[in-house]
């Protein structure tokens, strides 16, 4: 009797178990078949349930805002004017000039050499390098002469660090381009 007994609850619990899959499923079916218009069952089908797991949403990627820097010429010889006066090998230049060419700048500022006063010329050219500014001084003479490599480079080094004052340290620095008398720096900044 105890055998007969236990195929009773085994056939009950099945019986229960299908029919709380059934209870589940109906609704879903009938939710997707109303859906597609098709409201009727072919005998025999079986149903199964799917179980779909929502989709998480991801927040949005925050986009980085446009930066835009113009300069004219009489901003840039403001901005030069902080790192003046500046001696270097002996000769105090002063009173910086600067011009934006169409392939570069170009800086004029009084020489204060041993015998009196010259004239201290500067070409460069703003390039980017890894998303920040750096300078390439093409030319720089002094009362016509031609400077040293390394002179070149202290100069370089001056004007780079006047630049980067006036870019925040965040931005990436896409383009930089010129027209006479506009130098304009476009970047990215988180």
Known sequence: ?????????VFAFAGGAYAALQSNVAPAATARATASGNTSTPAGTTRIAVSVPATATVPPRPTPAVFALTM????????????????????TVREPNVSVENAGVRLTATAQI???????????????????ITVRVDTATL?????????????????????????PSNVKVTTVSFAPGKLTVLGTQP
């Not at 003046?84 to 000769?91: D, K």
């Not at 040293?148 to 006047?162: K, L, P, W």
Request: charged share 10%.
């Open 1 to 9: 009797m105890g055998g007969l007994i236990r195929i009773v609850l």
């Open 72 to 91: 004219s010429d009489a901003d840039l010889t403001k901005a030069a004017a902080g790192s003046f006066p500046q001696t270097v090998n002996g000769v």
């Open 114 to 132: 041993f015998f009196g006063t010259t004239q201290f010329v500067m070409t460069a050219t703003p390039v980017v390098t890894a998303g920040r």
């Open 143 to 167: 009362a016509g002469f031609t400077l040293s490599d390394s002179t070149r480079a202290s100069i370089a080094d001056t004007v780079q660090g006047t630049i980067a004052t006036l870019i």
